[in-house]
């Protein structure tokens, strides 16, 4: 199974959620500062990166997790996605894209514009940790409720997966 | 292979460029306002829905051609769709072309972003392409260009292979 987070700008929400997925960030306490930070590709996916998959990694149970960034239209975007890869013959139950920025808060986003966009990271990033930390457990759950879906339809999904080039 | 035409200001048009690749209307003639009106009739579709692909046939070296209604940016979808289909190691065998290309391309920019934009309330848009002869030998020439970029592609893999 390939999981991709996806958000705005893939900076922030969709790194963080596949951070918790992948177990870079705890699941049983809000994160520091530090930690999300730290985190690979957080704050980092330039302009001209939007729209590209990142590989993050790949969970305990051998599903690949990729971040995407979608840009003002990931709600047509996704539904492409899903479109084309239907026409292509690719099995759907292979393929979970999941938002990753319909939990984010307003302090985040506000963060996001001044770092990434005007490029003023020392004020915009401390916004965004906040903001991140402020809607932590959401993210969380989205995490975990990705995570069932994944449970509920890995066996077929896997034996498909195998005989893909 | 999969040739998906994309666009965001006009659906006739898009529509018209995959009709030219398919050669139901023939190359160096300029389409009726009629005829661009009952080929809008003939097509299953007519309001193409966002985001959704849609097949309309298989062209001569059997690819298959499509439309898709896309958001604003084009530079966005095209990578998201492309490295998602990468990934999936299906992507080597889609194809997009902007047919938005054309209206940007145009001299009179301004009196056509105005045109399309009543072409997306579903006004005047086959009157606007049917009268239009600059804008109908753009989109002949960029279906011919994208054609040639195709075969030429597909003879690189051939080679590969």
């Known amino acids: 199974m390939r999981v991709f987070y996806y958000c705005y700008g893939s900076a922030h929400s ?6 918790i997925h992948l177990g870079l960030l705890p699941s049983d306490r809000i994160p520091t500062s530090a930690e999300i930070i730290n985190l690979p590709r957080f704050d980092r996916t330039k302009n001209h990166e939007i729209g590209t998959p990142f590989y993050m990694g790949e969970d305990e149970h051998g599903n690949e997790i990729y971040i995407l960034g979608l840009g003002p239209d990931r709600d047509i975007i996704s539904k ?24 984010v808060h307003p302090v985040t986003r506000l963060g996001g514009f001044l770092s990434r966009r005007l490029g003023w990271v020392r004020v915009g990033r401390p916004l965004v940790t906040m903001g991140v930390k402020w809607r932590y457990r959401e993210l969380l759950f989205i995490v975990n409720t990705t995570k069932g879906k994944i449970k509920s339809t890995s066996s077929p999904g896997k034996e498909k997966l195998t005989g893909l080039p | 292979m999969l040739v998906i035409y994309h666009y965001y200001w006009d659906a006739t048009l898009a529509l018209l460029a995959a009709i030219i690749h398919l050669r139901k209307i023939k190359f160096g003639r300029k389409p009726t306002t009629e005829e661009i009106q009952h080929l809008n009739n003939s097509l299953p579709v007519v309001n193409f829905q966002k985001g959704i692909v849609y097949p309309l046939g298989t062209d001569e070296s059997n690819n298959q051609i499509c439309v898709l209604s896309r958001g604003k940016n084009p530079k966005i979808m095209v990578n998201a769709l492309l490295g998602t289909a990468l990934i999936s190691g299906v992507g080597e065998k889609v194809f997009f072309v902007d047919t938005d290309q054309v209206i940007l391309q145009n001299k009179k920019m301004i009196s056509m ?11 005047c848009s086959s009157y606007f392409v049917g009268k239009s002869n600059a804008i109908y030998l753009d989109l002949t020439n960029l279906v011919q260009s994208q054609k040639e970029i195709l075969s ?10």
């Open chain 1, 80 to 103: 492409a996605i899903y479109s084309l890869l239907t026409l292509l013959g690719y099995p759907l139950n292979c393929i979970l894209l999941i938002d990753a920025l319909a939990p």
């Open chain 1, 14 to 19: 969709s790194v963080v959620a596949a951070a």
């Open chain 2, 113 to 123: 972003k105005l045109l399309c934009v009543l072409a997306r309330f579903g006004m």
């Open chain 2, 152 to 161: 030429l592609l597909c003879l690189k893999k051939g080679e590969m292979q």
